[in-house]
């Protein structure tokens, strides 16, 4: 639910994670999908990689040495 919630107030990056992902398109495809430009799109799937890994796994990142 709060994955959810965090990927609806970034709707690019989150039509983006549903297109990768459910409907197997590659970024570039994706973008065409959804009318932005492929860097654009490059960016908002970096941003929606790192923010799932953080929502999903709060230690991700964190270092225990």
Do not use: N
Not at 6 to 21: C, D, I
Not at 51 to 59: Q, Y
Request: charged fraction near 20%; proline fraction near 5%.
């Amino acid at each position: 639910l709060e994955v959810t919630y965090r990927m609806s107030l970034m709707p690019q990056a989150a039509e983006l994670v549903k297109l990768r992902y459910f409907s197997g398109l590659s970024v570039e495809e994706a973008a065409q999908a959804i009318g932005i430009p492929r860097s654009t799109a490059y960016v908002q799937w970096s941003f929606a990689r790192a923010a799932l890994r953080v929502l999903l796994d709060p230690d991700a990142g964190t270092h225990t040495s």
